[in-house]
């Protein structure tokens, strides 16, 4: 089984910044990618970007240039850097770590900008 846990959200001012984590524990080694998704009131879930175990990285168009996902392994921690934020950033953000067998989800963590 793997465990998630998101952290580091919380409210900024459009034009600021955060950092989101996810760490990860239990049997991390069936873990093919993580993936960052987030979900506004009245929208559906979409993907904002994913990284593989190889360094992999893929962005949805509406981030490319500011936000950033990296891990450290040492940690089994995944980041996403987020610059620039934008009130349409605003949702509650979710990690999720993927298998071929399974995907884990943790409890998400909530991201609101103001305008």
């Not at 034009?15 to 929208?43: D, E, H, M, T």
């Amino acid at each position: 089984q793997v465990q998630v846990v998101e952290s580091g959200g919380g409210l900024v001012q459009a034009g600021g910044s955060l950092r989101l984590s996810c760490a990860a524990s239990g049997n991390i080694f069936s873990i093919n990618v993580i993936g960052w998704y987030r979900q506004a009131p009245g929208k559906q879930r979409e993907l904002v970007a994913t990284i593989t175990n190889g360094g992999s990285t893929r962005y949805a168009d509406s981030v490319k240039g500011r936000f950033t996902i990296s891990r450290d392994n040492a940690k089994n921690t995944v980041y996403l850097q987020m610059n620039s934020l934008k009130p349409e950033d605003t949702a509650v953000y979710y990690c999720a770590a993927l298998s071929i067998y399974m995907n884990y989800w943790g409890q998400g963590t909530q991201v609101t900008v103001s305008s």
